[in-house]
C-alpha cells in the first residue's frame, strides 16, 4: 500500500495531537489494514517534521522489538527504529511529570554516542564500537498513543515506536574494553526488583543493535550523526509506571540512573 502524501500528513498530525492532548486513538491499522512499513516510516517522518517547525529537534535515535521474543511476537524480522525529541531527555535523578503521558512504561537501556557518523550497509559490531565516543546507563519512557496498548508493527512505526521520553546516567565509558554483552542489568521500581537482564537480550550484543540501525538507515539514504544518542532497545521488558514511583536501574560497569514520577 502506498498512501497518498494528505493522508500521510493528517495520520500523522492526528498521532501527534494524540501525544499533546494524552489521548489515546485507535490503531492506524483498524482504519488502513493494509498499512506497510513504508508508509508507517513516512508517518513518522511527517510527524519529525511537524516538530522541527514548532522547534522541537531530535536528540538521537531508537531500536525497537530488540529482543527475541518481541520479535517473534510481533511477527516481525527485523527490529524496528525511531527518533527522540529534544524536550524529553532528564538527567539521572530528574522528577517527570507522567501527567502528559497516557500509559507510561519503563525499559532498562545501554545508550551508545558516537565520535563520528556511521551508515550501512555491511556496518557490523566491530564499526561500532570502533566509532562509540562512550556508552551510558539509560532509562527509556515509552508511552503508546493507541488504546490500551495495543498495536501491530506498522501502528507502532507510524507511532514513532512508543516514543516518550529518556533518563541518562551521569557516567560516560569509553566502549572498547567493556563486555558489553554481558554486563548486567538491574531494574528496580520503589527499591524492589522488577526486571533483570545483560547487554546479550538486545540482539545478542547491544552494539550489533546500533549496527543494525545504521544498515537500516543506509538503505534509505541516511546515516547516524555523531555526537546523538542512540538508544539500543529495551534489555528488560517494560514496566509499567504510576505518580509516586520511583525507578533506578544499576549497569555494571555504567552506574545507575534514576528518576521520580508525579502527577
Keep these: 500500500m502506498s498512501l497518498d502524501p494528505s493522508i500521510i500528513a493528517a495520520l500523522a498530525q492526528q498521532l501527534e495531537q494524540a501525544e499533546l492532548s494524552a489521548t489515546p486513538l485507535d490503531k492506524i491499522t ?8 513504508d508508509d508507517a516510516y513516512a ?24 529482543s527475541a521474543a518481541k520479535i517473534k511476537q510481533m511477527g516481525v524480522t527485523e527490529p524496528i527504529h525511531g527518533f527522540l525529541n529534544a524536550d524529553h531527555g532528564y538527567t539521572s535523578g530528574a522528577d517527570i511529570d507522567i501527567g ?7 525499559e532498562a537501556e545501554i545508550g551508545f554516542v558516537l565520535d563520528r557518523p556511521l551508515q550501512g550497509p555491511g556496518c557490523h559490531i566491530g564499526d561500532v564500537l570502533a566509532a562509540t ?19 501491530d508493527v506498522a501502528s507502532v512505526v507510524a ?28 531494574l528496580r521500581k520503589n527499591g524492589q526488583v522488577a526486571a533483570t537482564a545483560s547487554g546479550a537480550a538486545v540482539l545478542g550484543h547491544p552494539a550489533a543493535s546500533v549496527a543494525m540501525l545504521a544498515n537500516m538507515l543506509g ?3 541516511r546515516a547516524i550523526p555523531a555526537g546523538v544518542l542512540i538508544l539500543s532497545g529495551g534489555a528488560t521488558e517494560a514496566i509499567p509506571v504510576s505518580a ?8 555494571q560497569s555504567l552506574g545507575s540512573v534514576a528518576a521520580r514520577f508525579f502527577r
Design 100 to 106: 502528559r503521558l497516557i500509559h507510561p512504561r519503563v
Design 43 to 66: 508517518i513518522q517522518d511527517a510527524i519529525r517534521t511537524a516538530k522541527a517547525l514548532r522547534g522541537i529537534g531530535v536528540d538521537g535515535l531508537k531500536m525497537g522489538l530488540t
Design 133 to 151: 565516543a562512550y556508552v551510558v546507563a539509560a532509562v527509556e519512557i515509552i508511552d503508546s498513543r493507541y488504546r490500551d496498548f495495543r498495536f
Design 244 to 251: 509516586g514511583d520511583q525507578i533506578s536501574v544499576d549497569v
Design 30 to 37: 483498524s482504519q488502513y489494514p493494509a498499512l506497510g512499513l
Design 159 to 186: 507511532d514513532n515506536t512508543s516514543a516518550a521520553g529518556y533518563v541518562l546516567g551521569e557516567r560516560r565509558v569509553p566502549a572498547l574494553g567493556l563486555d558489553l554483552k554481558h554486563l548486567g542489568i538491574v
Design 219 to 221: 538503505a534509505r539514504g
